[in-house]
């Protein structure tokens, strides 16, 4: 037994020393950038290039537009720690990798969403997304598909937050809902060097039995409304009826120019029908002897 924990402390040493030798191997590289195989490798890259100058001139130059930037690799690591451009630079054909990423506001439209409201109502919505690229090195590093995973994100965000409202909500606060989603989307993204500057609701379509459900309760509104008004409109005229007959009883000459207008009225129109206008108070001598 002795024996057995005298290997097995031996054994253990033997892995402590190999882990710190690993490590100390690690950080030598960390700080050196290389080790020697990867310091052979690009020396004879350098060289491969100066003895096959100036053939390999067109392989070694990379020209990217204002609005690009390249992400170099040499051997699998970052060359320079940032991205380069724009203008033209200098690569290695064996062990560089180049990839270009275009900074420009990219503009996805979204598939249409088929979601389901708080108060159970079946609506499809269309939207687009506006989002730029940040950071390169952050796009190629952190993420395998940029614009995929901002375009998928975006879906599942804006399916999540209009689902927690009602209809009448989502036709009335579009504005509110997608700085919601915007607010989200792009902090879900900042770790991949994407900046998402808008998110627009294009449409919402709702099903046909609920358009000629909700066209009938316009209408029904609209009628109540349009008999509401005209009630008031007859009370109003009443009461200006009431006080024109007030100021014709006060004089009763009022009464025979008001006939006399009317008279005229209908002559202007050239109508075959002729009204003389006769006094109330000759027939009350007709009364009397009726009377008597």
């Known amino acids: 037994m002795g024996d057995t924990r005298v290997q097995m402390t031996g054994q253990g040493s033997n892995f402590q020393q190999f882990d710190q030798s690993t490590k100390n191997q690690r950080e030598e590289e960390e700080a050196t950038g290389y080790n020697l195989c990867s310091v052979i490798l690009i020396g004879l890259?350098?060289?491969?290039?100066?003895?096959?100058?100036?053939?390999?001139?067109?392989?070694?130059?990379?020209?990217?537009?204002?609005?690009?930037?390249?992400?170099?690799?040499r051997l699998g690591r970052l060359e320079g720690k940032r991205a380069f451009g724009p203008g033209m630079f200098f690569i290695l054909p064996c062990t560089d990798t180049c990839t270009v990423i275009d900074l420009r506001t990219v503009c996805l439209n979204l598939p249409r969403q088929e979601i389901l409201s708080k108060d159970s109502v079946s609506v499809a919505v269309d939207a687009v997304v506006y989002f730029k690229v940040e950071d390169p090195v952050a796009s190629v590093n952190n993420v395998s598909d940029a614009r995929g995973s901002t375009k998928?994100?975006?879906?599942?965000?804006?399916?999540?937050?209009?689902?927690?409202?009602?209809?009448?909500?989502?036709?009335?606060q579009r504005e509110s809902l997608t700085q919601h989603t915007l607010h989200i989307v792009d902090q879900a993204t900042h770790p991949w060097g994407i900046k998402v500057e808008r998110v627009e609701i294009k449409d919402v379509l709702l099903p046909q039995s609920m358009q000629r459900s909700m066209a009938a309760e316009a209408e029904s509104a609209r009628e109540a409304r349009a008999k509401v008004i005209a009630a008031e409109g007859e009370q109003q005229a009443s009461r200006a009826l009431k006080e024109a007959a007030d100021v014709i009883n006060e004089s009763p000459a009022a009464l025979q120019l008001r006939y006399l207008?009317?008279?005229?009225?209908?002559?202007?129109?050239?109508n075959s029908t002729i009204v003389f206008?006769?006094?109330?108070?000759?027939?009350?001598?007709?009364?009397?002897?009726?009377?008597?």
Do not use: D, W
């Open 277 to 292: 206008p006769i006094p109330i108070e000759m027939f009350k001598g007709f009364a009397n002897s009726a009377q008597k």
């Open 45 to 73: 890259s350098y060289a491969l290039v100066v003895l096959t100058f100036p053939i390999t001139i067109f392989f070694c130059i990379r020209i990217v537009k204002e609005y690009e930037r390249a992400v170099i690799y």
């Open 152 to 172: 998928l994100l975006a879906e599942t965000t804006l399916r999540n937050t209009l689902g927690t409202h009602t209809l009448g909500e989502i036709l009335s």
């Open 261 to 270: 207008q009317t008279l005229n009225t209908i002559s202007a129109e050239k």
